[in-house]
């Protein structure tokens, strides 16, 4: 499992398995990524993270708030290409991503203030090494009646990682096989769903692809 304690200590060359050359970032490039990020920062308000995917059960790093809210233009979608973590090049699976359209419930995240320059970059060691998603600033409604800004991580759909396809029929067998040294590729989308149950949310596609993987398991069981 992903831990804050591993992210610290991690080097992104090795610890998340062959990255290829080309695609990983540099430290100096997720540092300038951040930086810019930063820099078109809404206000002077409290930095939030959006979380949809694993950031959900297992954020890693330190927050002071949390609260459930709804992203509008933006929908999960599985499009992004795994070659590492829960996949390999040789073996890839498929990595949650938002792709526009729609709308995503899921957990935002206050971060202190003092803790920014510690916890920030964790994330960015967690979110950006292939540089992947474009750090995106949204407006969200809280659960509980507050109206936040908070930093999503939306695919980019011109990176060479990014998968148009994402019916369920198709990347059910890509889920079903990955795994990397972070572990199953299956596991990740089974403790997707299984946090999704726990919030009440209601995702069609993510169960059908979740019931199909099962089946696949219990298949070659």
């Not at 997720?30 to 930063?38: G, I, K, Q």
């Not at 949204?138 to 908070?150: F, K, S």
């Not at 999503?152 to 148009?164: R, S, T, Y």
Request: aromatic content about 8%.
């Amino acid at each position: 499992m992903l831990t804050r304690d591993f992210l610290l200590k991690a080097d992104c060359r090795t610890a998340f398995g062959d990255i290829e050359e080309t695609l990983l970032w540099t430290g100096e490039q997720r540092a300038a990524s951040l930086c810019e990020t930063l820099a078109r920062r809404p206000g002077q308000g409290p930095v939030w993270v959006f979380g949809y995917g694993s950031l959900m059960w297992n954020p890693a790093f330190e927050f002071d708030d949390a609260c459930a809210g709804k992203l509008t233009g933006w929908h999960r979608a599985f499009c992004l290409r795994l070659t590492a973590g829960r996949g390999t090049a040789c073996k890839p699976g498929r990595m949650l991503a938002l792709r526009e359209g729609g709308e995503t419930v899921g957990m935002a995240f206050r971060i202190p203030e003092a803790e920014l320059n510690v916890e920030l970059p964790l994330l960015w060691k967690r979110e950006m090494i292939t540089g992947c998603y474009l750090p995106t600033w949204c407006h969200i409604p809280l659960d509980d009646g507050r109206e936040i800004d908070a930093l999503v991580f939306i695919m980019d759909a011109q990176h060479p990682l990014f998968e148009g396809d994402t019916r369920p029929e198709v990347i059910a067998p890509l889920i079903a096989e990955a795994s990397g040294p972070l572990g199953t590729n299956a596991q990740y989308l089974f403790s997707l769903a299984q946090q999704c149950h726990e919030l009440g949310i209601v995702d069609e596609s993510m169960d059908r692809l979740n019931n199909l993987v099962q089946q696949l398991h219990q298949a070659g069981a």
